[in-house]
Nanobody, 120 residues
């Protein structure tokens, strides 16, 4: 069974930085994309950033210029560097991955989420 495990969340003051990590494990043949989503209280889950095949990196307009996504393929890990954090960035951040596992169909997987709180 493929698992995604996030880490790096926590409490930070406005203007501060955090670096989230998401590591995929299991019987993995290929990872086609890894992405970050977030869900704030009272809001729908929204897409934040994605790393896709072909070394394509994309971030949402709401975080453009502040957040950067990167991937370390050898470790099956994706990162989200979050700078100049704002209170409105407070949310549970979820890792998502499009993965082809051995003897399984290509499937999307989700991590358990990690809390990011931006407050003074």
């Amino acid at each position: 069974q493929v698992q995604l495990v996030e880490s790096g969340g926590g409490l930070v003051q406005p203007g501060g930085s955090l670096r989230l990590s998401c590591a995929a494990s299991g019987s993995i043949s290929s990872i086609y994309s890894m992405a970050w989503y977030r869900q704030a209280p009272g809001k729908e889950r929204e897409w934040v950033a994605r790393s896709s095949t072909g070394d394509k990196l994309n971030v949402a307009d709401s975080v453009k210029g502040r957040f950067t996504i990167s991937r370390e393929n050898a470790k099956n890990t994706v990162y989200l560097q979050m700078n100049r954090l704002k209170p409105e960035d407070t949310a549970v951040y979820y890792c998502n991955a499009d993965i082809l596992a051995t003897r399984r169909s290509r499937t999307e997987y989700w991590g358990q989420g990690t809390q990011v709180t931006v407050s003074s």
